[in-house]
């Protein structure tokens, strides 16, 4: 039985990295390989934007492999979710076979993966003229947001299930509440930022990942600059050296920004 006292930092990391698009958040993720290690990154590409990681000098992409997933691929009739499930299959096989190649895998992004489950799922129950309609357009109801539910369910299963690490990403919007919480006629205003899932995916998902880091971007006169937050309204950390606060992390490779924080030597 694994005792507690020998956890430590370098321990499998399963974190979810949020933040609005162009925040970093990708560039973070793949940075998650072991130096003097011939171990790779695997990422599941769903938004399409991995060419994002271009302007990250610092990060070694010739250790870094991916797959894009389309809502549909016009060279595979098979929908999003079993193209995912068999390229999943076949990474577990990899790791029971001790062949696996990578010590990271990445979910970039968990916004695009819900919206490609809910899309797997409006061809189906909408066969033979059923499900709601507006005009010719067919329109996701409840059946539809169970798919997309248990789907993506099924997928944080498979990644709670492998001893990788595993980062999943997720855009933020504007949460609104009441100007005066005690006034019903009172006018909403922002109040903070909520992942952009729908409300119970995002509470049930969030609670299997040790952290939650926060990435944003800001213009400085004419520059970027690029910032991480472990604690937060919406970040968290289980290391105990990270504290509250903004960091920047504008060209640092943040796996040893990070590290180096967790070993209270940064």
Known sequence: MPSCANLT??????????GSKHSGKTCAAVSFMSKGSQK????????????????ASWIDKSRIDYDYYP?????????????VNQDLEALLIDIRSGKCPYETYV???????????????????????KGKKLGALNMAGPADYGFESTGFDGYLSFLRSIPLN??????????????????PYSESIVIGEK??????????????????????????????????EFIGDLACTSYPNLKPG?????????????????????
């Open 9 to 18: 930092a370098d321990s499998r990391f399963m974190a979810l990295f949020v």
């Open 40 to 55: 790779r990154v695997k990422v599941l590409d769903g938004d399409g934007r991995i060419q994002g990681i271009l302007g």
């Open 71 to 83: 809502p549909k691929d016009a060279t595979n009739p098979k929908n999003f979710f079993e193209r």
């Open 107 to 129: 979910g970039d992004s968990a916004t695009a993966i819900c919206r490609n489950l809910l899309m797997d799922a409006i061809p189906l129950t909408h066969e033979g003229n």
């Open 166 to 183: 595993v980062i999943l990403t997720a855009h933020v919007v504007d949460r609104f509440g009441k100007a005066n919480p005690d006034d």
């Open 195 to 228: 992942l952009s899932l729908r409300d119970k995916i995002a509470a049930n998902s969030s609670i299997y990942f040790n952290h939650i880091f926060k990435f944003s971007r800001k213009m400085v006169g004419s520059a970027e600059r690029f910032y991480v």
């Open 246 to 266: 903004l960091f920047d992390i504008t060209g640092k490779d943040f796996h040893e920004f990070l590290m180096a924080k967790v070993k209270g030597e940064g």
